[in-house]
């Protein structure tokens, strides 16, 4: 029997019932574009263009910079203003193309027309994939050429489709499922065709009865492929967790998920991937959800990258009246990324706004107690870490114990320790900031080696 969920993990309410059933749709854009050159895992692109030049929709506007890096596309039609630092959602600036935009997406070629891709061979696959600059959707923005070619492909047992979407609030990917369930299901299949000797498997959680419907409709007659419903339980999403649930195995430790046989891209990325082999369309939109208590109608759309948060959020109504705004964050309350300010352009691998009345980080600061050693940390946590004994080496400075031995850097940052915390102890933040500052003092070192 297959198992449906994974260890540990906790139970956040979902607050999808905001947005569950609202539909796909898409957003125009009016105002100015801002793409930053860094938009994925890997080295950023290089502009290929400059201020005063006309563009148009899918044109390219940055080049990949190596292997581990991705092209960045234009999602409009206008005048380059400038290529310039800007700031982004993390509150830094950064290397932006800015496009002034004419209003009339004029695409650069017919993005329409199918092809007849029966006949194409593994390389091209993944050379249309490369070219239309196709990144993970699901985080981090991985460049998914790069996934796409294993050392070993036929060592590859599954090839997972994510549609778990267990992060609070987000029901983007859900609405993908219901309308775009062939088309998914047409990518997973050219991606299984990269390895002869795997199984596709959707996986989707039980509070999303209608996507799982569509999904083994698509699937029907099918023998490569079959739908996987599994227990709601966050971070049901993670890779890591998936391919307990699937494969059966944990990952050995520094590893990738090809090293255990396995492969997983979001749904929307296998959606990207049937557009940019079939019809050669660049990734110029995605799936986004905009949801939260203060919103005054929260909803899921095709955005274009480069639109400004606070755009559309404005177009969506903007706020309930009475209603004050205490917390905004890219994604959701769990792994989201909280934003100074809404002026800053949306991203490709960004899936969400969740705009909040309360801060539940404020909140609990004003209950935090010390460690109570209750032991719940290390019950929830999907990794199977000791998150009170990695705490005490953060505090104490120990970050060598931290890093060696309590594998502190395998933390995939799930906030599922904080979330069940007794004690209110912000141990998810913490332990991101100590990953950053080993990460950042490694680079260093490697770079005065050089």
Same mark, same amino acid.
């Given at each position: 029997?297959?198992?449906?969920?994974?260890?540990?993990?906790?139970?956040?309410?979902?607050?999808?019932?905001?947005?569950?059933?609202?539909?796909?749709?898409?957003?125009?854009?009016?105002?100015?574009?801002?793409?930053?050159?860094?938009?994925?895992?890997?080295?950023?692109?290089?502009?290929?263009?400059?201020?005063?030049?006309?563009?148009?929709?899918?044109?390219?506007?940055?080049?990949?910079?190596?292997?581990?890096?991705?092209?960045?596309?234009?999602?409009?039609?206008?005048?380059?203003?400038?290529?310039?630092?800007?700031?982004?959602?993390?509150?830094?600036?950064?290397?932006?193309?800015?496009?002034?935009?004419?209003?009339?997406?004029?695409?650069?070629?017919?993005?329409?027309?199918?092809?007849?891709?029966?006949?194409?061979?593994?390389?091209?696959?993944?050379?249309?994939?490369?070219?239309?600059?196709?990144?993970?959707?699901?985080?981090?923005?991985?460049?998914?050429?790069?996934?796409?070619?294993?050392?070993?492909?036929?060592?590859?047992?599954?090839?997972?489709?994510?549609?778990?979407?267990?992060?609070?609030?987000?029901?983007?990917?859900?609405?993908?499922? /219901?309308?775009?369930?062939? &088309?998914? =299901?047409?990518? !997973?299949?050219?991606?299984?065709?990269?390895? *002869? @000797?795997?199984?596709? $498997?959707?996986?989707?959680?039980?509070?999303?009865?209608?996507?799982?419907?569509?999904?083994?409709?698509?699937?029907?007659?099918?023998?490569?492929?079959?739908?996987?419903?599994?227990?709601?339980?966050?971070?049901?999403?993670?890779?890591?967790?998936?391919?307990?649930?699937?494969?059966?195995?944990?990952?050995?430790?520094?590893?990738?998920?090809?090293?255990?046989?396995?492969?997983?891209?979001?749904?929307?990325?296998?959606?990207?991937?049937?557009?940019?082999?079939?019809? /050669?369309?660049?990734?110029? &939109?995605? =799936?986004?959800? !905009?949801?939260?208590?203060?919103?005054?109608? *929260? @909803?899921?759309?095709? $955005?274009?990258?480069?639109?400004?948060?606070?755009?559309?959020?404005?177009?969506?109504?903007?706020?309930?009246?009475?209603?004050?705004?205490?917390?905004?964050?890219?994604?959701?309350?769990?792994?989201?990324?909280?934003?100074?300010?809404?002026?800053?352009?949306?991203?490709?691998?960004?899936?969400?706004?969740?705009?909040?009345?309360?801060?539940?980080?404020?909140?609990?600061?004003?209950?935090?107690?010390?460690?109570?050693?209750?032991?719940?940390?290390?019950?929830?946590?999907?990794?199977?870490?000791?998150?009170?004994?990695?705490?005490?080496?953060?505090?104490?400075?120990?970050?060598?114990?931290?890093?060696?031995?309590?594998?502190?850097?395998?933390?995939?940052?799930?906030?599922?320790?904080?979330?069940?915390?007794?004690?209110?102890?912000?141990?998810?933040?913490?332990?991101?900031?100590?990953?950053?500052?080993?990460?950042?003092?490694?680079?260093?070192?490697?770079?005065?080696?050089?």
């Amino acid at each position: 029997m297959v198992k449906r969920t994974f260890r540990g993990g906790v139970h956040p309410a979902d607050h999808k019932d905001l947005s569950r059933e609202a539909p796909l749709r898409e957003f125009l854009p009016k105002g100015e574009m801002v793409f930053p050159l860094s938009q994925h895992i890997g080295k950023p692109a290089k502009p290929v263009v400059k201020k005063g030049d006309q563009v148009l929709v899918g044109q390219r506007l940055a080049e990949a910079d190596g292997f581990v890096s991705a092209h960045i596309v234009c999602s409009c039609s206008g005048t380059v203003k400038a290529v310039e630092p800007r700031r982004t959602l993390t509150g830094g600036m950064m290397d932006c193309v800015v496009v002034t935009n004419d209003g009339q997406f004029t695409p650069a070629a017919d993005y329409t027309k199918r092809e007849d891709v029966s006949g194409i061979d593994g390389d091209e696959i993944v050379r249309r994939v490369q070219e239309a600059a196709v990144v993970g959707l699901g985080g981090a923005g991985f460049p998914t050429h790069v996934k796409l070619k294993p050392k070993d492909p036929a060592a590859i047992r599954y090839v997972i489709a994510n549609g778990a979407e267990c992060e609070p609030y987000l029901t983007c990917n859900d609405q993908l499922m /219901r309308t775009r369930a062939a &088309e998914i =299901v047409e990518g !997973l299949e050219l991606m299984l065709r990269l390895f *002869p @000797g795997a199984q596709g $498997v959707i996986c989707i959680e039980r509070n999303k009865p209608e996507a799982i419907e569509a999904m083994r409709k698509a699937c029907a007659g099918k023998p490569r492929l079959s739908v996987l419903d599994l227990q709601t339980k966050y971070p049901q999403g993670g890779e890591r967790s998936l391919i307990q649930v699937v494969a059966g195995v944990n990952f050995p430790l520094a590893k990738l998920p090809a090293d255990v046989g396995c492969i997983v891209e979001n749904v929307g990325t296998i959606y990207a991937i049937q557009r940019a082999v079939i019809y /050669r369309e660049p990734l110029y &939109e995605h =799936v986004f959800t !905009l949801s939260g208590e203060p919103v005054k109608n *929260p @909803g899921n759309y095709i $955005v274009r990258d480069g639109t400004s948060f606070q755009e559309l959020l404005d177009a969506a109504s903007g706020l309930k009246e009475g209603v004050t705004l205490k917390k905004a964050m890219c994604g959701g309350p769990m792994m989201g990324i909280t934003m100074a300010s809404l002026e800053v352009p949306i991203q490709k691998q960004n899936n969400g706004l969740t705009l909040m009345a309360e801060d539940p980080c404020e909140l609990a600061e004003k209950e935090m107690t010390a460690c109570l050693h209750c032991g719940r940390c290390t019950t929830v946590c999907p990794m199977g870490l000791l998150p009170q004994l990695m705490a005490d080496a953060v505090m104490l400075g120990d970050l060598a114990r931290y890093e060696g031995k309590l594998y502190g850097l395998e933390c995939i940052q799930c906030g599922s320790c904080t979330f069940i915390c007794p004690a209110r102890r912000p141990l998810m933040q913490m332990f991101k900031q100590t990953k950053a500052e080993i990460l950042a003092r490694k680079r260093a070192e490697a770079g005065g080696k050089k």
